[in-house]
C-alpha cells in the first residue's frame, strides 16, 4: 500500500494508488502520473512495449561555481597548514644540521677557512656563526614570521575573491561522476 501526496495536498487516510493512475486530490490539481510503460503499434495492451536496449549512460556531470569563500574558514585552514609548514621546516633545518655535520662538511669548512686566512691573531670558527642552537632559533623565528604573513595572506585573498567573484560572479568547475 503506498499514498502520494501532492504538493499541499493532505495525504488521505487508506487511499491506495496503482501504478499509472492518479489520485483524487492529483487529479483535482490537474496532476497525473505518467505510465510506467507506453504501448507500441502492435503490442498486447496490458504488456509492457518492448525496449529497444538500455539508455546509453555516460558519467554524470555537474556545473558548480565557487561564488564566495568564507575568510573566516580560509583564515583558520590557512593558519593550520602554515602551523604545519613551520613545524616540518624546523625538524628539516635540525636534521640538515645534524647530517652535515655527521659528515663532517663544518670541521672541512673551518679548515678551509682557516687556511684561506692563513695565520692570522683571531681564529675563525664557524660554529659561532651557525651553531646548532642558532640554526633552530633561526628557523623557529623564520616559522612564527611565515605562519603569520600566510595566515594574513590567506584570509586577504578570500576577501579579494570575494570581491571579484561578486564582479565577474566566481570560479566555475565542472565536477565528473567517472
Request: hydrophobic share 45%.
Amino acid at each position: 500500500m503506498s499514498t502520494t501526496q501532492a504538493a499541499g495536498a493532505p495525504a488521505q487516510a487508506g487511499a491506495t494508488e496503482r501504478p499509472g493512475q492518479a489520485s483524487e486530490s492529483e487529479q483535482g490539481q490537474g496532476l497525473e502520473q505518467q505510465p510506467d510503460h507506453e504501448l507500441s503499434q502492435g503490442s498486447v495492451p496490458g504488456q509492457p512495449a518492448a525496449r529497444q536496449g538500455p539508455p546509453a549512460v555516460g558519467p554524470r556531470r555537474v556545473k558548480l561555481t565557487v561564488s564566495r569563500i568564507d575568510p573566516w574558514s580560509a583564515m583558520k585552514i590557512s593558519f593550520l597548514l602554515s602551523v604545519a609548514a613551520g613545524i616540518a621546516g624546523v625538524v628539516l633545518m635540525a636534521v640538515l644540521w645534524l647530517v652535515l655535520s655527521g659528515m663532517g662538511v663544518f670541521a672541512d669548512v673551518n679548515r678551509a677557512v682557516g687556511q684561506v686566512l692563513g695565520s692570522s691573531s683571531t681564529k675563525f670558527d664557524l660554529m659561532d656563526y651557525i651553531g646548532f642552537d642558532r640554526v633552530v632559533s633561526l628557523s623557529i623565528v623564520i616559522g612564527v614570521v611565515d605562519i603569520v604573513l600566510l595566515t594574513a595572506i590567506a584570509t586577504l585573498g578570500a576577501v579579494l575573491y570575494n570581491i571579484c567573484s561578486s564582479l565577474v560572479g566566481g570560479l566555475q568547475v565542472t565536477l565528473t561522476d567517472d
